[in-house]
């Protein structure tokens, strides 16, 4: 199972993670640190494949505090934007949101975290730093950091056809932190990315046996809080809007899908308070927070899909939890002048479509954050 949920760092900021939990019971917890990409498709499928193997995986959206999360392509394009975001994010920034995501999962002695490209100095950091056991892949930008001492398991991999990192850099990381292992494979940068031209299959799988096999070795299971869970943990989405929609990311009220028929623009937004069934039992302050949140959606549909009309409406007859259905509509879709509401039947997107859609509508819905 996997969501979009909201923490907050200790020095106030809000930013989603994308949350990924295992079938039975968590055979440990891993933070995933993200490349410059951003949370993107390929981050989200690496804690999926952390959650299907046993564990909690959070991957926290770090750009949240320089504009808001990415899902950037493995293009020219994409490497020039996440760097200028990295660069103004800056490490010591990104720690605050990485202690935050670990103290959600239970605290920095119960956690694992590993990191990619610039997450895998971030990674490396999270060890230094935070006390974190850690999986670090070809952290280039680890060199000014090599001095720092480890305070918890650490295990790096690295490609010997890396051309970020030059070849002088291995013989300071041996002089500098002679215990900690290393693997090297016989790849390039991003060899574990299966989304890269440099993607390297076999290096992949070998470094997946031996990352899981050191956290299994070094984490102790995940207490996943250790004070009072936060809101979205108690929040719970009825089934039906679950097998319906898709989880696009949270809000600070409502919790944002996309309901999968092609046939229209659609969004739902769903207040994430438990038990919630009438717009009336929200407090002043939630029913203004609601109102600002329908229009930004309405903003988003709006600038992505020019429609002739946007449609408001909660029914609530057949799914009683508060939910608020805004579509964009046209003069040509399946269902119009009438109401789109048990009008033919649902067209799921097709996978790819669906992708861009998602990707679309989250850059856009994260950037049009309504505080």
Same mark, same amino acid.
């Given at each position: 199972?996997?969501?979009?949920?909201?923490? !907050?760092?200790?020095?106030?900021?809000?930013?989603?993670?994308?949350?990924?939990? #295992?079938?039975?019971?968590?055979?440990?917890? *891993?933070?995933?640190?993200? $490349?410059?990409?951003?949370?993107?498709?390929?981050?989200?499928?690496?804690?999926? +494949?952390?959650?299907?193997?046993?564990? *909690?995986?959070?991957?926290?959206?770090?750009?949240?505090?320089?504009?808001?999360?990415?899902?950037?392509?493995?293009?020219?394009?994409?490497?020039?934007?996440?760097?200028?975001? *990295?660069?103004?994010?800056?490490?010591?920034?990104? =720690?605050?949101?990485?202690?935050?995501?670990?103290?959600?999962?239970?605290?920095?002695?119960?956690?694992? *975290?590993?990191?990619?490209?610039?997450?895998?100095?971030?990674?490396?950091?999270?060890?230094?730093?935070?006390?974190?056991?850690?999986?670090?892949?070809?952290?280039?930008?680890?060199?000014?950091?090599?001095?720092?001492?480890?305070?918890?398991? =650490? /295990?790096?991999?690295?490609?010997?056809?890396?051309? /970020?990192?030059?070849?002088?850099?291995? &013989?300071?990381?041996?002089?500098?932190?002679? !215990?900690?292992?290393?693997?090297?494979?016989?790849?390039?940068?991003?060899?574990?990315?299966?989304?890269?031209?440099?993607?390297?299959?076999?290096?992949?799988?070998?470094?997946?046996?031996?990352?899981?096999?050191?956290?299994?070795?070094?984490?102790?299971?995940?207490?996943?809080?250790?004070?009072?869970? #936060?809101? #979205?943990?108690?929040? $719970?989405?009825?089934?039906?809007? &679950?097998?319906?929609?898709?989880?696009?990311?949270?809000?600070?009220?409502?919790?944002?899908?996309?309901?999968?028929? %092609?046939?229209?623009?659609?969004?739902? /937004?769903?207040?994430?308070? +438990?038990?919630?069934?009438?717009?009336? $039992?929200?407090?002043?302050? $939630?029913?203004?927070?609601?109102?600002?949140?329908?229009?930004?959606? +309405?903003?988003?549909?709006? %600038?992505?899909?020019?429609?002739?009309?946007?449609?408001?409406?909660? /029914?609530?007859?057949?799914?009683?939890?508060?939910?608020?259905?805004?579509?964009?509509?046209?003069?040509?879709?399946?269902?119009?002048?009438?109401?789109?509401?048990?009008?033919?039947?649902? +067209?799921?997107?097709?996978?790819?479509?669906?992708?861009?859609?998602?990707?679309? =509508?989250?850059?856009?819905?994260?950037?049009?954050?309504?505080?």
């Amino acid at each position: 199972m996997s969501e979009w949920i909201t923490l !907050t760092a200790d020095d106030g900021h809000t930013f989603s993670a994308f949350l990924a939990r #295992p079938a039975g019971t968590p055979l440990g917890a *891993v933070i995933v640190l993200q $490349e410059v990409f951003g949370v993107n498709h390929h981050i989200r499928w690496v804690a999926e +494949q952390f959650a299907d193997h046993g564990f *909690v995986a959070l991957a926290p959206a770090l750009f949240d505090r320089v504009g808001g999360n990415l899902d950037l392509d493995y293009t020219d394009t994409g490497i020039a934007v996440g760097r200028e975001k *990295v660069a103004a994010l800056g490490f010591d920034a990104a =720690l605050r949101d990485v202690a935050a995501a670990a103290a959600y999962l239970g605290g920095c002695d119960r956690v694992g *975290v590993v990191g990619y490209c610039w997450g895998g100095t971030l990674c490396f950091l999270a060890n230094t730093r935070l006390g974190l056991t850690a999986v670090s892949y070809y952290g280039a930008r680890s060199r000014p950091f090599l001095h720092e001492p480890t305070k918890a398991p =650490l /295990l790096m991999h690295f490609g010997r056809k890396d051309p /970020l990192i030059p070849q002088d850099f291995y &013989a300071e990381l041996a002089e500098k932190q002679p !215990t900690v292992p290393v693997h090297f494979y016989d790849a390039g940068h991003g060899f574990n990315c299966n989304e890269r031209a440099d993607f390297h299959a076999e290096s992949a799988a070998l470094a997946w046996r031996r990352t899981f096999r050191f956290f299994k070795e070094h984490l102790p299971e995940p207490l996943m809080q250790a004070g009072p869970a #936060p809101e #979205p943990d108690l929040f $719970e989405l009825d089934p039906r809007l &679950a097998a319906d929609a898709m989880v696009l990311l949270d809000w600070p009220l409502c919790r944002v899908l996309l309901m999968n028929d %092609a046939r229209f623009p659609w969004l739902i /937004l769903v207040p994430r308070v +438990q038990g919630l069934r009438e717009v009336l $039992e929200l407090t002043e302050s $939630e029913s203004g927070q609601l109102m600002r949140e329908i229009r930004a959606a +309405q903003a988003v549909l709006t %600038a992505l899909y020019e429609p002739d009309k946007l449609n408001v409406a909660a /029914l609530g007859n057949v799914v009683p939890q508060l939910h608020v259905h805004v579509l964009a509509r046209f003069e040509q879709d399946a269902a119009w002048p009438k109401p789109v509401f048990g009008i033919g039947t649902a +067209q799921p997107y097709a996978p790819g479509a669906l992708h861009v859609a998602e990707k679309t =509508l989250r850059e856009a819905l994260t950037a049009a954050r309504p505080e």
